[in-house]
């Protein structure tokens, strides 16, 4: 009973440790297109930045992305390597997404809040087999601690 508890909690841990994670995503070619979808409204002058995909505290160097109007403009920022997403506040305060989701064309809509983005020539990240591995394993060993626990 003990190892299931143990199991559980740490089966937890691992998933609320990797979905409050932001989305990274891959630009599938030298160039991403912008296009604010809905403005989040709760910010004082809010500004849209691109983070290295490693700098999860949004304190690194950044670049911004001139998107200010809904549906009007689409910004075209040119990047190569793995990003993150992030809207700060003119204080310098930034939020990372609280939501993303990737669409089978190339684009994903990313969520900031009520604030909502597409950003169209990305793709995502591949989970790494480690991961799918560990997963099974998981089961795997919860599947016999409830076997033993039936005995």
Do not use: H
């Not at 030298?30 to 604010?36: M, N, R, T, W």
């Not at 950044?62 to 190569?80: K, L, Q, Y």
């Not at 390597?81 to 997404?97: H, R, S, W």
């Not at 994903?108 to 597409?118: R, S, T």
């Amino acid at each position: 009973m003990k190892l299931f508890k143990l199991l559980t909690a740490s089966a937890l841990a691992i998933f609320a440790s990797t979905s409050m994670a932001s989305t990274v995503l891959v630009p599938t070619s030298g160039s991403v297109d912008f296009e604010l979808l809905i403005p989040p409204f709760s910010l004082e002058d809010p500004g849209l930045f691109i983070f290295d995909d490693e700098d999860t505290a949004f304190v690194g160097d950044s670049i911004f992305v001139p998107v200010t109007s809904p549906f009007d403009d689409v910004a075209t920022v040119d990047i190569d390597t793995n990003f993150i997403l992030a809207v700060c506040e003119d204080g310098g305060l930034c939020y990372g997404e609280t939501f993303g989701e990737f669409l089978g064309d190339g684009s994903a809509i990313v969520q900031f809040g009520e604030g909502a983005v597409m950003v169209s020539g990305v793709a995502p990240v591949p989970v790494p087999a480690a991961v799918w591995l560990f997963d099974t394993g998981l089961l795997g060993l919860v599947a016999v601690a409830r076997r033993r626990r039936t005995r």
